[in-house]
């Protein structure tokens, strides 16, 4: 006996090979792979040839461990711009770069060389420091690439690269030739850890204990000079320091010459807390007790902090009175000199500040106003080395390391009577941002760049060709800036402002040489334009080991002699460069000399409409936007961006910055093998780069979560498309359905809003937005109500391949309009939707929708009719709840709905009186005209539609299947389905 077909059958559900698990740990790579072989990237650029270029450098990332999540979001920011500008029809080639000279690296490779490294030559020990940055170049290459990250991976830029050495060291002659460079003795930040220099961006302050101690020091010139009041008086300054260790190298004492300086008469330290004093008691009392000079703001606090009892002032003068003034050294036979300077400050301490001119910037510029020593004493590793003792035996600190020095000399205070007061202090302290350890300040002889050197302003402005100098041109180039967060552009303002002298050098090994021949006599270098040319072409052959492998000799001019001296002897400088000012020079290293940026860029230079952004975090201003900056103008009159964005930091849910020791870090690459690598685009998607934001596995599973809603919406959006050929079934514009008409215009809206998101950099505003028209606009409401078209019209019909054309066109605009930041699932789904002519095979390769492309009217007018038409419809919704929850009702479609309005409200019903009922999903609804918008909802009249489940005035046979609709059986006979009859019936 034949089986009898389910009616069932007939219905036209949804049918797509677009899988609804997603499986993208396994999925992604192969997709990679596919990108691959497709030679994806180089297709990217064959499209882009002749379009406007933008041009997105790449800030790069250190090469010496694998990736963290803080490089995911900067590569994966990056990666949403580079390709939203690309699909926005800019040609936006993204060369990536990698940081790989400097000192972590150095330390690394000298922890595995050990002792060997003693015996070996110096290029051998650089062949063994590329080798360790190429294997992290290598690791976080296929890192990024495997969260989806566009770009010419096989050729990225790297610092160590002969062609990069050459160009670092092509710039630093530019300044050499220009007079920017002089070799002084000046205070760096130093690391006595790693022994080198430090810039001011290679500082990190951290919380450290130190001691704080007050120390007097006696006045030996005339007292009455001051006041006769002090006349015969034993007479002190005290001053206050929280670097014990420095005492050795004081050599002044400094005041303000604008305060008000007191001198104290006080109690010894027993009388404390006696009660007060008669002038004629007093007198008798202090008549030999020592007399303090202290800034008068600040005397009450330095009276309780060094515990002298009660006090009253004898005079006061101002500041300049003590310039000049002489005093004795608290513990080495020493006069210290007084002083003015204007950085004292009434903020803490006693006013006067002692003063070790090789230990401060301040003190250092203090002491050669006034001549005084600035030799240090402290070597490279932080080594005291005693001067001006007098003792029989080595001075107690001599040969100790600074910080292991500071218990010993508060030791020596209080045996000379010296130490007023001592505590422990907790405060913010400068550390090494590499190796963590608390640095000092120490005068060395270093390469700095002068920030005051004389400039010309260049063509193009008001004030071209006038004079100024290179931080006065760096401050206006500042302004020309487009920054993003705004307050980026005061930040970098006040560092350049107030900055200090840039110190180049380093002394290390691994790093661009500071090649410069230095005439042996004087020390000074060898200025010779051909000469630098030379270097630089054997620096482009041989890479920086040819500084070390050629003799002086092959590289010294015939007849060469020092412009200074006339000596024609030379030896070659052992410094490096500053990795600062490595990666900075990479705009001319990169893109002034790539030749896929070079002509865009060389646009850029010549000011045409040419972009060059820069997107990295906000610790950058110190660092690479800083020294990009300052390289930038001294070179070539300008800043080498014309937008910068700031990206904040990555925390854990309770705002704890991520760390291994907290265990709290959320690593990209695990996250990406166990949930993909979508995952991880996902969450940067999600959040607003600009502030701090959380990160974790719990968030990242709520991504995870979003992600597959996503998926499962265009997976709904293709099968309701099977069978649909845009080319002979898309319906015209003019001829869709009203409700089909009001989704484009949606999507219409929501395109217009997302290209303006990108060109913002708004991420989270897409992530959000597409979430909500996804689930809300499309899932929860139009994919809902259409089902009864989709399911039992026939394919052929007018209403069906309206709401097909519309989905049609939702997906090929939703589809690319996520592509940036989900890309790896927008390219499966643009393999699954209706084939169209020329369709391009990477939907990578395609640029965004346009507005007018997706529906051709302005949307404003109709959403707000249907924002109308969905505020009545809310009522309606509302009511059939009401009546479900009293049980006078089941399903939508077993209720039909009287609606009575009056006026503009009628009016719009009647518009809409033909689609009401799919968009409220009942049987039937009926339009009256009323006093006010009411509503009534019935059980629906008529017999239940065996197929379409509908309420319907009439029902019927279809051969053998019963209680089928007239609209039911006309789609069927339109689907050419005969009336089933029943077996060994006639056919």
């Not at 303000?256 to 109690?267: I, K, N, Q, R």
């Not at 050197?453 to 004079?467: E, H, I, N, V």
Request: proline share 6%.
């Amino acid at each position: 006996m034949a089986s009898v077909p389910e009616l069932k059958a007939t219905l036209q559900l949804p049918q797509t090979a677009f899988p609804m698990k997603a499986n993208l740990p396994q999925n992604e790579p192969l997709r990679l792979k596919k990108w691959a072989e497709m030679r994806l990237w180089q297709e990217l650029r064959k499209a882009g040839a002749g379009r406007p270029a933008y041009i997105l450098h790449d800030g790069p990332p250190y090469a010496n461990g694998p990736i963290h999540l803080g490089h995911a979001l900067n590569k994966g920011l990056k990666d949403f711009v580079v390709k939203s500008k690309t699909m926005a029809g800019f040609d936006s080639p993204y060369v990536p770069g990698f940081d790989c000279h400097g000192l972590p690296i150095e330390i690394k490779v000298d922890e595995q060389l050990g002792r060997k490294k003693l015996e070996m030559p110096v290029p051998a020990v650089l062949e063994a420091c590329r080798a360790y940055a190429q294997k992290y170049v290598d690791l976080q290459t296929s890192q990024f690439e495997r969260i989806g990250v566009f770009g010419r991976w096989d050729n990225s830029y790297k610092t160590m690269s002969r062609q990069y050495e050459a160009k670092t060291l092509e710039a630093l002659y530019g300044f050499l030739e220009q007079d920017f460079v002089y070799r002084g003795l000046k205070p760096v930040y130093w690391c006595i850890h790693d022994r080198t220099a430090l810039a001011d961006a290679e500082i990190e302050y951290e919380q450290h204990t130190s001691p704080s101690v007050y120390v007097r020091y006696r006045l030996t010139s005339d007292a009455a000079a001051l006041d006769e009041a002090l006349k015969g008086r034993e007479v002190y300054t005290i001053i206050w320091t929280t670097t014990p260790w420095t005492l050795p190298a004081s050599l002044a004492v400094a005041f303000h010459p604008d305060f008000d300086y007191v001198a104290l008469e006080s109690t010894q330290p027993t009388d404390v807390g006696a009660p007060g004093l008669d002038s004629e008691t007093w007198d008798t009392t202090t008549a030999n007790s020592p007399v303090y000079i202290v800034a008068a703001e600040l005397a009450p606090a330095v009276a309780a902090a060094c515990n002298l009892g009660e006090t009253r002032e004898l005079a006061r003068f101002k500041g300049r009175a003590l310039d000049r003034t002489s005093y004795q050294h608290p513990f080495l036979n020493r006069s210290i000199l007084g002083v003015l300077a204007n950085y004292v400050t009434a903020d803490a301490g006693t006013g006067a500040v002692h003063t070790a001119p090789s230990h401060g910037a301040d003190d250092f510029y203090t002491g050669q106003r006034y001549g005084l020593d600035l030799t240090c004493n402290v070597d490279a590793a932080g080594v005291i080395h005693a001067t001006d003792w007098t003792g029989d035996a080595p001075a107690p600190y001599d040969n100790k390391k600074v910080f292991a020095a500071n218990p010993i000399i508060i030791e020596l205070l209080k045996e000379r009577g010296a130490l007023m007061a001592q505590a422990n202090l907790q405060h913010s302290y400068p550390h090494c941002w590499r190796c963590h350890h608390p640095v000092i300040f120490r005068a060395t002889e270093q390469w700095f760049i002068s920030l005051e050197t004389p400039m010309k302003r260049p063509g193009g402005s008001d004030k071209a060709g006038s004079d100024t100098t290179f931080r006065q041109l760096s401050i206006e180039e500042i302004d020309k800036v487009k920054w993003d967060p705004s307050w980026g552009k005061e930040r970098i303002t006040n560092m350049i402002a107030t900055r200090p002298d840039w110190c180049i050098s380093r002394q290390r090994i691994w790093g661009v040489p500071i090649a410069v021949l230095m005439c042996t006599s004087c020390q000074k270098p060898l200025i010779d334009a051909a000469l630098n040319k030379k270097i630089v072409t054997l620096f482009e052959n041989e890479g920086a080991e040819a500084w070390h492998t050629t003799s002086v000799e092959a590289l010294t001019p015939a007849g060469a002699k020092c412009a200074h001296c006339d000596n024609g002897e030379f030896r070659k400088e052992t410094d490096i460069l500053d990795v600062w000012f490595d990666s900075g020079t990479s705009w001319l290293a990169v893109s002034e000399s790539d030749p896929d940026l070079k002509a865009a860029y060389a646009n850029f230079e010549h000011n045409k409409p040419v972009e060059v952004l820069y997107l990295e975090g906000g610790d950058q201003h110190r660092g690479w936007f800083h020294s990009s900056l300052l390289t930038s103008v001294a070179l070539r009159g300008h800043a080498p961006y014309s937008h910068v964005a700031t990206a904040g930091w990555t925390l854990d849910e309770q705002g704890r910055a991520m760390s291994k020791s907290l265990g709290n870090g959320v690593d990209p690459v695990d996250i990406a093998n166990r949930m993909g690598g979508e995952i991880v685009r996902l969450w940067v998607a999600s959040i607003d780069f600009r502030e701090d934001m959380a990160a974790s596995e719990n968030l990242m599973a709520r991504c995870a979560e979003i992600y597959r809603k996503l998926r499962n919406t265009f997976r709904f959006l293709l099968g309701n498309l099977a069978g649909f050929t845009p080319a002979t079934d898309a319906v015209p514009e003019a001829e869709l359905l009203p409700l089909d008409r009001y989704m484009l215009a949606k999507t219409r809206d929501l395109t217009e809003k997302i290209l303006g998101w990108y060109a913002a950099f708004e991420f989270h505003r897409i992530y959000h937005a597409v979430n909500e028209f996804a689930i809300v606009d499309l899932s929860a409401f139009y994919l809902d109500v259409l089902k009864d078209r989709m399911y039992t019209f026939a394919p052929t019909s007018a209403a069906r391949l309206s709401a097909q054309t519309v989905l049609w066109k939702i997906a090929e605009a939703l589809v690319r309009l996520v592509a940036p930041i989900l890309s790896f699932t927008a390219d499966e789904v643009w393999e699954y939707l209706p084939q169209v002519e020329g369709r391009e095979p990477s939907v990578h390769l395609a640029l965004f929708p346009k507005p007018e492309e997706v529906f051709s009217e302005n949307p404003a007018a109709l959403l707000e009719e249907w924002k109308q038409v969905f505020e009545i419809r809310d009522v309606a919704l509302r009511v059939l709840e009401e009546e479900r929850q009293a049980k006078r009702i089941g399903k939508g479609l077993e209720a039909e709905l009287e609606i009575a309005a009056s006026s503009n409200q009628l009016v719009l019903l009647q518009r809409h009186a033909a689609g009401l009922k799919e968009i409220l999903n009942v049987s039937r609804v009926v339009v009256v005209e009323g006093s006010e918008l009411t509503v009534k909802a019935l059980p629906a009249s008529g017999h239940k539609c065996a197929r379409c489940w509908n309420y319907m005035p009439h029902v019927s046979n279809y051969g053998i299947w019963a209680d089928v609709c007239d609209r039911c059986q006309s789609a069927l006979r339109e689907m050419n389905v005969a009336p089933p009859q029943p077996e060994g019936a006639a056919a």
